[in-house]
């Protein structure tokens, strides 16, 4: 019931609950076992034990209404904190019942797998010695299992989502119509048909600021910025993909622009449409975009059970637009930045070997919630400058990488030198912290001084808060920017930061600021 990262809907809480009281009572069984495989078995008397039952019933009475009180206290402290309306504490009545029904639950199926496995030492006592049937059993029923989780089960779980997954894609977001700029994939002029985008592709082409309203906002001429996008069945492979998205900057003479993105999606193809506006704002649209879409899959699915996908693709698209750009002339190469966020900043990075990579092959990179288990950022973090913290660690006393919560975190002392990169993270955001590691460790992030935007309650618990900061995975976009893994206007700073404009006007940063926060 203690708080976490950021608040939890009680029907959550309620799983949360529930899975650590089963694990708490595995716990205990296992210790049991230990005490009593060590020849310590007590010979407790009746009237002991209805003692004891009595002393176990009394203290339930009162700690568990008390912590179903002080959880619902410390969700509505979490709200007031990120800026989310309070919830009805009453419900948090319906939080017992579902955390039993699922310690239940999982308790249940923990002794019919150990039923099974008697069963089959009993079996196999038959023909071989009974440790020997019993390591056998075991053996037997943990393939099995693993088989049917990361097996059959799972693949046929993926299959259902992605036929599901490749019909929504074909339906267009309400609002969204095709392009008719030539500086558009979808439009008449583009090699790339409308349909074939995607639905998150056809969303992205249609989106963004017109040169007229860039002019309106920053009071300077502009231009219409460049969007190229290629769907996932425009090709077999996602380096077929990537081939087209190269053929459509070409047609638009992208590659004439004054800064040229690369960026890698999420799931099924979003890109974050705050930080490509910003993008585009601060360098008067004289910019190209390219994107595509490498699945079906939503980024829930595709970071549980699908990370290798990202990964080629986010290779795949950089190094065929890397090969034309570093084949023309120095003089006439745009400047090449690289963005992502989530998924799309862990597949935007495997196409560099480290953070040095980063620097060496691009003019700038924006990399935004980045996913625990990236690299090279988990390096690069694990590397920071002795001192600084793992939520916001300072490398190389800041010389080109810098990591930012809000737009002000990157203002370091040292000088920042250029092509500079960004990782963009709040110290809130599950999707950042999550890791197998917190099951048994307690991270530096909860060590160190705690972020703005975390509640000073939280304590690190085994198994506990591994559990509650998945949970938090789940709504942890759906908080306002700031939190979370909502990132807004922010973008507009940190772009100018990044790409460090001629003569910039501070006033511009604030109105590009403004428009990306009405929306």
Sequence with gaps: MSPSLLPRAWYLQGVAAGISVAIGYGLGCAIAWVVRWCGVSPEWTQRTRTRGWRVLAVAALLVVPTFLVLGSWWQQILRDLVGVPRAQRSFYILVLLIALFIALALLAAARGLRAVTAWLTTRGRRVVPGPVARLAAVVTVTVLVVFLLDGALQRGLLGVAQGSAAVA???TAEGV?????????????????WQSLGREGRTFVADGPTAQ???????SAAITPIRVYAGRESADTVEGIAERV??????????????????????????????????????????????????????ALSFVADRETPRLAGHALF?????????????????????????GSFGGQAAFASGADIVARTDGA????????????????ANRDPGSLERLPVVDEGRNIRFASRATDVDLPGRWESPRVVFWQHASDPITWWSFDLLLNRPDWLREPLGPDVYRGIRWLPFVTFWQVTLDMIFSADVPYGYGHAFGPDAAELWVDILDPPDW???????IHDVIAKG
């Excluded at 095709?178 to 002029?189: K, L, M, V």
């Excluded at 924006?366 to 390096?379: C, D, E, I, M």
């Excluded at 006007?505 to 109105?511: A, E, L, M, N, V």
């Design 169 to 171: 894609d074909k339906s």
């Design 177 to 193: 119509t095709q392009p008719q700029a030539a500086e558009r994939s979808g439009s008449p002029a583009s090699g790339e048909s």
């Design 213 to 219: 309203q860039i002019s309106e906002v920053t009071g």
């Design 246 to 299: 190269v053929s459509e900057l070409q047609r638009t003479h992208a590659f004439d622009r004054k800064v040229l993105a690369v960026v890698t999606t999420t799931g099924r193809g979003w890109v974050n449409p705050n930080v490509a506006a910003a993008f585009e704002y601060v360098n008067g649209g004289d910019t190209a975009i390219a994107s595509m879409q490498y699945s079906f899959l939503p980024s």
């Design 319 to 343: 190094e065929a637009v890397y090969r034309v750009w570093v084949a023309r002339p120095e003089a006439r190469r745009p400047k090449l930045v690289v963005f992502g966020e989530s998924l």
């Design 366 to 381: 924006l990399l935004v919630g980045t996913p625990n288990f990236a690299q090279p950022w988990g390096r690069i973090t």
């Design 505 to 511: 006007d501070p006033g511009k940063t604030q109105r």
